[in-house]
Structures are given as C-alpha cells and as structure tokens.
C-alpha cells in the first residue's frame, strides 16, 4: 500500500472527512445539526466503550452511570458555580474519571457475567438516586438552563464537538497502540497467560475501566450542553446496553466500527421514534441481523468484501527486522553450589485427593533438572503451585532465599521465574512478533506508558526479532498465533517464555504432541536454553529426559520417590514400576515395560463408511485442505500420520462440521454430510475425541458422561468396565483429573452417543507409558465396536493398532498403505514423517 493510500485510508484521516460531510449529508436526509452533533458526541462514547469491550474484552453495562453522571457534574457547575463550557466539561470529566476508579475498586474482582450484572446494578442505583433527589437534581424534570457561553449557534457548537472528539479519538488510537494498549490486548485474548508473563492484569482493567470513564464523561457533559440541560433517563436500565449496540453494530474488533455505529443508531431510532413508538422492535430486529450475519458487525462485512481478514484495532505494520540479531544463547549460566529453588515439605490437597505430600527438593543454578511421573503423579499441580496459581496448603517455597509461597503469580514472574504450559497458551488473536513483544515488553520501566508507540522502543522490538530468530519463527511474525500448527505454537510458547529473561524456566511437556522431527528441534532448543537459564522440565518421553537432564526427581501419587543423576533413577525398580506400569525382567535380568500391542494381520477390505473425495478446508485466510481423498471402511481402523501443520486435525474437524468444505465430498454411510453442523454429524453416527480432551471441568465425571448420553450409546456399567479408574473417579470434577484420566474420560464421553466412526485426534498425547498401555488396550477394544480414524504423532503406536494409514503432506494424501507395510518401510518414513 502506497504512502498516500495509507495516509488516506488511517481511521483518524476518516474520522475527519466523515464530520466534515455529516452535517450536509444529514442535512440532506432532513435531519438538524443538533442531530449531527449528537451522532459526534455517541460517536466518542461509542470509542471510549469499545476501549473496555474490543481491547479488554471486558462486558459492561454501566457505562451509561459515568455518561449520565458527568451530564449532571458539569450541569451543576455549569448552573450553580461558573457558567463555563471548558470548566465544565473537566469537572464532569474527572468526576467520571474518579467514579469509575472507585466503582473499579468495589467490582473488578468479579468477571464475565457477575462483573456485567454488577455494571447494571450501579447503573440503576444511580438512576434512581438521581431521578429521587429532586432538590439536587430536579428529579423526573431534570435540570434546564444549561447555557454555553460563546457556542450558542448549533454549527458553531457542532464544531466544538467534532475537534474536540477528533482529538480524543486521536488519543484513544495512541494509548491503543501504546505499551499499555497492547497489553489491553492481551489480556482479551488470554488473561492468565499475561499474568506469567509479568503483569498484574487486575491494575491493567481497572486503568482501563478508568480511562474509559473518563472518556464517556467527557461526552455526557457534551451532551448536557447540547440540550441545555440533563436527564436521568440517560441512565435507566433501558439505556445501558446503547453503548453496547452501538459497537456491536459497528464492529468491536474495529477502531472506527463505533462511529458507524452511532451514525445509524442515532439517525435509525430519529426516524423510526417520529413513525412509531414501537420503533425498538425494528431496532431490535436489525441489530439481531447484523449479529448473526456478521460478529464483526458493519466493519466486518466491509473488510470481507474487501479480502481483509485481519482485525482492524491496531493498523501499525510490524517493525522492520535489524540486518543482524544478537546470539542468545551465548556464554553459560553459572551453576553453583547454591539452591536457586527451594520446596521444603510442600502440601496439597483437593477435597480427598492429595497431589503433593509433603515434597521437597532442590534446584541449582545452570541445571537442567526434571520431574516425572505417571499421570496423576500432581506435577502440573507442583508447578501451579510454584508459580502461585494455586496457594499451597503448608510448607515452603523458598526462590534465591526468597520465601515467595504468598506472592501473586506477576510478582514471581518479576522475580525471574516463568513458566510454559502443557496446553499450549498463547494470545490468540495477536501476531506471532506481537505476542513475543508484549513478553519482552514486561520487563521494561515502558510497559504502562499511554503515549509511546509500542513499535517506537526498537530496543524491545530488535530483542523480540531475535527470540523468533531462536526458535525459527521469524518468517511467520505476521502470522494470528491461532493459525499457527502445533509445532509452532510450541515454539512459540517457549520463545514467550524466553522473553521474560527469567532465570528460572519451568516447562510443562513441551514436546508434548509432536512428532519426532520437532521432538528433535524443541530438544535442541531446550539444551541451548540450558546455557543462559535453569530448567525445570516436565515430559514424559523418558528417553530424552534422560539425555538432557542433569537430575531427575520423579513424583508418584504426590510424594517424591527418588531424586537423583538420570541413571541412578531409571534402573531404580520402584520408578520404573510407578511410571512405565507392569514390569518384566529382559534376559539380562533389567525391568522392562509391558506395552499392549493388537497382532497385526492383513488390511481389512470391507464397504467403506466414510469417503473424502477432493476436499478442500481451511481457515479464515488460509486453505489446508487442497484435493483431499481418503477413505475408511466398515470395522476398520486407520491412520491418518504426517507432519505437524499438514492439515490432519483440519481433517477431523472438517468431516465433523465444525470447519466448512470449500469444495469436495464427504460421504458417511452413503450420505454426503458436507456443509452440515457439528450436532446432525454426530446423530448420525460420527463421534470425536478432540486434542486437548475438552472435557468440561466444573462438572464429574458422571456428569461428563451423562450430558453426551443418548438412546442407542453405552451405558455407565460399560464405561466404567473399560476404564476402571474411571469408576473410581465417577464423583471427581474434571478440572481434577490428570491427563490420562481426561483422556479417558474424553473417550468414555465419544462413546455415550451411538457411534459407528470415531475420530481420535491425538489420544497419547502428553500420557506417561504406563497410561499409554491403558490407552491402548482400550483403543485396541473399541475396534470390535466402531470403525476408528486415528491422528497420532507417535507413528509405532499408531501402526500397532490399525490396518492401512494414510500419510499427508501439504493437505494432500502422499501415501496410502497397509500398516504392516509402513511399519516395515523406514526410508518412507523418514521422507514424509521425519521419524
């Protein structure tokens, strides 16, 4: 885009030519300036609203309380003090300003709809306040005789208004850009994830939802002089959500989507209140439209007739890349006789469930030190407490002779110590630079400036370009971090983590559903990470834990039972029974693992059940999918194996509904099911076990079962017979369960619905060995039930239990075979799987 075109097309640019015309254009329609006028000022509450919706994704309908209450402050000074229109519009100002800092203060510690009831409630207690205390503010006849000494013609007033709001809008657009702005961001997208990063998220909202305050004041005292005089209506709960759909209407997610938004709420409800007093239906049915047809409201369909995709609230290109990038891995950290981590006799319990009793151990400076277990051994539990997620019940944490058990999860943070996660946790709706950046950014004295443009501090931009160019990201900046592939969303997980310049580097599984290729690339990382910082690794592949470690304590149902050099703890008999399961003794008299295994035999040739015929899928921007064919018979299992990012979990999601086929067939049973949803797919007889489990963690496990459960499915007894630690957990909430207990749980749910196809999506995935045989053994006797597609990363396990596999490369089948014949072929398997 050329200079020109980008100066014509900023929003501050639009902002301006569009109230320079309005007044004509409204004119035109038959509407007055004072109409005009009042579509500016709505327009900047409309701004100043968007800053707490669109940028911190926090749902308020309490703006209205600071719009009406600046109305009335700048109406009684303006009446009773000094009849001045600057002097009063600060003090209606300010006096939102510290009515938004005290009403922060009372309800910030409440979120999503507690936090939004309570917006309401403030609203219609001021309202009643208000339209009560009659000798203060004129009760139900408000007040009158607000003058405006020197802007008494409507134009001149209009004008007033138009530079006034442009220059607010101006500064909104700067604090969205600024250090501060984007941390806003951030926190809409993933809250706890800025919190391990270094910020205390509850100061950022309550800035926030003060600088919004100020802003709507600003614009109730605007109006009080537009109509010489105020209201309490302003403030009735039938005009809480005005600000609400005002931005819905226009777009959250874009800068200018409000001003669109109030230029047809303010004209709409003119025209359509002059015709009929039930004019809220036709409104009403016109915003239920535009919300359905479009989230991102008007904004939205522009920017998709146009090809644009991207969200339209931060415009600034990302910085250039500097020619060279400075060597992060250079030199070595110190290691020492000294503990940098102490946990001394640490606790924890949930209801009747322990996950740590009494733990203890010691981390040194320049290590790499690990900790395993089985699933359930309460090692993400052990690191949540670390990292103050949740307080331990007794005992110590002690961080550089620091007792840190009572610090907030920032406070840890700022004290070098940072954590990844097992899930992958990133903000999603930020570039891959932008969510490297705002990490790099939490250790700067800059990280709340209001003014600064983000992209101006070079120094946090150069040192963001070299953590990409770490982990091998640095061609996808431009990339939404959600369209990332596994692979790279752990890369990019670890470079966030990076970015803190923490001493202390906790990662939880972070090859954690790879295949073995990234496995290989997210290991060498790990090693060169260990000369600048001390790692404390969770993982579950023994075989690189080994290699890597310098010392490895293993956790087994909460108490530690051994700590020690990597060899010391893997020939120790009780490790290996606790973590790899049931145990036997090689030739050589060395415990080995018991590992289910289905015989293979020859490729089943039976009448398909599912048929994909040149499928094409993808992403918003972005096509996956392109010719997919494959097929999968009546009792059949198959494999569907390839690299991360070549599209298998679009696959899944694609036959399910859940993403739309841009072109192809996809035939169940006979029937093509292309452009169905997700809900008639399953009726008919196709269930999936997504990545990640998604079980829903407040309710038990029986609930969990119960809510999947329809006629023609398993019933518990059968649930519970295939999963005994299940059975025993039935009265367990989810958000309890280890990760082979959710995994099972997850597959259990499939199963409560009818089912003749079931699609896996990565069933080992982050499961210790011992798990993985249980698994296994349970995947192995669903096959005499239901045809399988499975998508694996651990190609041996995959090739156990199916009979053909498909291979994809670039969204497209590259090969096709029985699974006898792949596990044999390994020249094939390095070309197309990297293993």
């Known amino acids: 885009m050329s200079r020109l075109r980008q100066t014509l097309t900023h929003p501050l640019v639009v902002l301006a030519v569009v109230f320079v015309v309005l007044p004509t254009v409204m004119s035109m329609a038959g509407s007055t300036t004072s109409l005009a006028t009042q579509v500016v000022i709505y327009t900047l509450y409309g701004l100043a609203y968007n800053l707490l919706l669109g940028y911190t994704g926090m749902v308020s309908f309490g703006s209205s309380v600071f719009f ?29 300003a510290l009515l938004g800092l005290v009403l922060g203060l009372l309800i910030l510690r409440r979120r999503g709809l507690y936090f939004a009831l309570l917006t309401l409630a403030f609203t219609q207690l001021f309202y009643e306040i208000c339209f009560r205390w009659t000798n203060l503010t004129g009760g139900e006849n408000g007040l009158q005789g607000v003058d405006r000494p020197g802007l008494e013609s409507a134009s001149s007033y209009y004008i007033f208004c138009a530079v006034l709001v442009l220059v607010c809008a101006w500064l909104l657009y700067r604090v969205a850009h600024s250090p501060f702005g984007r941390v806003l961001q951030a926190i809409r997208d993933n809250e706890k994830r800025v919190q391990y990063l270094g910020y205390n998220p509850w100061g950022y909202r309550l800035s926030a939802l003060v600088l919004h305050a100020a802003f709507i004041g600003l614009g109730g005292g605007l109006l009080s002089f537009l109509i010489h005089g105020v209201y309490a209506d302003n403030m009735n709960w039938q005009h809480a959500g005005d600000p609400v759909m005002m931005t819905l209407l226009g777009g959250i997610h874009h800068f200018l989507g409000p001003l669109w938004g109030a230029i047809i709420y303010i004209n709409l409800s003119d025209q359509l209140s002059s015709v009929t007093e039930h004019w809220w239906l036709f409104f009403g049915a016109l915003i239920m439209g535009v919300v359905l047809l479009s989230p991102e409201g008007l904004c939205g369909i522009y920017a998709r007739l146009r090809g644009n995709t991207h969200w339209g609230l931060t415009r600034t290109p990302l910085p250039p890349c500097p020619a060279t990038l400075p060597d992060l891995f250079s030199g070595r950290a110190a290691s020492s006789g000294e503990v940098l981590l102490q946990v001394r006799n640490l606790c924890k319990r949930f209801g009747r469930v322990v996950t740590a009793d009494d733990v203890s151990l010691d981390i040194r400076p320049g290590t790499i030190h690990s900790l395993i277990g089985p699933n359930g051994a309460g090692k993400t539990t052990f690191f949540n407490m670390l990292t103050g997620l949740i307080p331990n019940d007794s005992g110590q944490i002690q961080f550089k002779g620091q007792d840190i058990s009572k610090l907030a999860v920032h406070e840890r943070v700022r004290l070098g110590m940072s954590r990844s996660f097992q899930i992958v946790s990133l903000p999603g709706n930020l570039t891959v630079f932008e969510a490297v950046r705002i990490a790099v950014q939490a250790r700067s004295p800059m990280r709340p400036s209001l003014w600064r443009d983000a992209y101006s501090l070079t120094d946090l931009t150069d040192h963001a370009w070299a953590l990409l160019h770490a982990v091998g990201l640095e061609d996808r900046a431009g990339e939404i971090t959600l369209n990332l592939p596994h692979g790279e969303q752990r890369l990019l997980d670890i470079a966030v983590t990076m970015a803190t310049g923490s001493e202390l580097l906790l990662l939880d599984e972070p090859l954690a559903g790879l295949a073995d290729a990234e496995r290989e690339r997210i290991s060498s990382l790990i090693r ?45 008999p009780q490790v290996v029974e606790a973590y790899l399961g049931e145990v036997v003794e090689d030739d050589k008299g060395v415990a080995q693992p018991v590992i289910a295994s289905r015989q293979a035999g020859q490729a089943k040739v039976s009448r398909p059940i599912l048929q994909l015929q040149n499928v094409a899928s993808g992403y918003v921007g972005s096509r996956i999918l392109d010719g997919l064919s494959l097929e999968v018979g009546e009792g059949e299992a198959v494999a569907l194996l390839g690299r991360n990012g070549v599209g298998k979990t679009t696959t899944l999601h694609t036959i399910m509904g859940q993403l739309q086929a841009s072109a192809g067939h996809i035939r169940f049973d006979g029937t093509d099911i292309a452009g169905w949803a997700s809900n008639r797919v399953n009726r008919l007889g196709l269930s999936i076990v997504p990545q990640g489990r998604r079980i829903f963690p407040n309710l038990d496990v029986v609930d969990n079962l119960l809510i999947a459960r329809r006629p023609g499915g398993w019933e518990l007894g059968q649930v519970f017979e295939l999963f005994p630690k299940l059975g025993a957990l039935r009265d367990s909430v989810g958000g309890n369960l280890s990760g082979g207990e959710l995994q099972m749980l997850a597959i259990a749910r499939a199963l409560m619905a009818p089912t003749r196809l079931i699609l896996l999506d990565e069933p080992f995935e982050g499961l210790a060995p011992s798990v993985v045989n249980e698994v296994l053994d349970a995947v192995v006797h669903l096959r005499e039930r239901t045809s399988i597609l499975l998508v694996e990363q651990r190609v041996d396990l995959a090739l156990r239990m199916v009979d053909r596999a498909y291979i994809m490369v670039n969204g497209r089948i590259a090969y096709e075979g029985g699974a006898e014949d792949l596990k044999a072929n390994k020249e094939l398997q390095v070309k197309l799987l990297g293993v």
């Open 68 to 96: 009406g209450m600046a109305s009335y402050a700048s109406a009684l000074f303006a009446i009773h003090v000094f009849q001045n229109v600057a002097l009063a519009l600060v003090v209606g100002t300010v006096f939102a």
């Open 528 to 572: 060169r990470l260990a000369g600048q910082h001390t790692i404390l690794l969770i993982e579950h592949d023994i075989d690189r834990v080994v290699s890597l470690s310098d010392r490895i304590t293993v956790l087994h149902q909460g108490r530690v039972i051994a700590d020690g050099t990597p060899q010391a703890v893997v020939n120790n």
